[in-house]
């Protein structure tokens, strides 16, 4: 059975935080050694993570559409000095929006033996914990090369190249 919380803030140890509609604008936290329900949405929990990381979820939003271009499923540097990225699986308005933390990522494949395995794709952790997700191969391949670009840009050695462009 799953542990309820008020509230969280997702640290390095968090690998996906999922909706959990049940209970509607709940989460379902997968950390690398547990998992439990929270009692705001994904969204909400990625917003107090920024906040607690001396930024707004606006900012940081707004800083990866002017340094990348990107303008939907932003990828989000919650805390860029601890290498703390999350990116959302869908818009963010959607309510089956996950937001998955891209150093917790081993290995993704589309899933086989579905009726319709092309809306779902196995998410491998680094622990080794497999979870699918309702996105596309294609899609979950294009977020988390966005979010890699965004790593970069937001990384010391992304930031000297882009200045002494």
């Known amino acids: 059975m799953n542990e309820f919380k008020s509230d969280y803030i997702p ?4 690998m996906a935080l999922l909706p959990y509609t049940p209970l509607g604008d709940t ?17 909400e929990l990625i917003k107090k993570a920024c906040l607690e990381n001396h930024s707004t979820y606006d900012g940081r939003r707004d800083a990866v559409v002017y340094q990348t271009g990107y303008k939907r499923k932003v990828p989000i540097p919650i805390n860029p000095g601890s290498d703390l990225y999350s990116f959302p699986t869908h818009s963010t308005t959607d309510p089956h929006c996950s937001w998955l933390f ?13 009726t319709n395995p092309q ?3 196995i998410i491998t952790f ?13 899609t979950l391949k294009k977020q988390m090369g966005r979010t890699l670009t965004c790593i970069f840009v937001f990384s010391s050695e992304g930031r000297e190249m882009l200045i002494s462009r």
């Open 27 to 43: 989460s379902l936290v997968i950390e690398h050694n547990e998992q439990f329900i929270v009692r705001k949405s994904p969204i």
């Open 11 to 14: 640290t390095r140890e968090t």
């Open 102 to 114: 891209y150093h917790s990522i081993s290995n993704i494949k589309p899933a086989s033996g579905l």
């Open 119 to 121: 809306l779902r794709t």
């Open 126 to 138: 680094h622990n080794g914990k497999q979870i699918p997700i309702d996105i596309s191969y294609y």
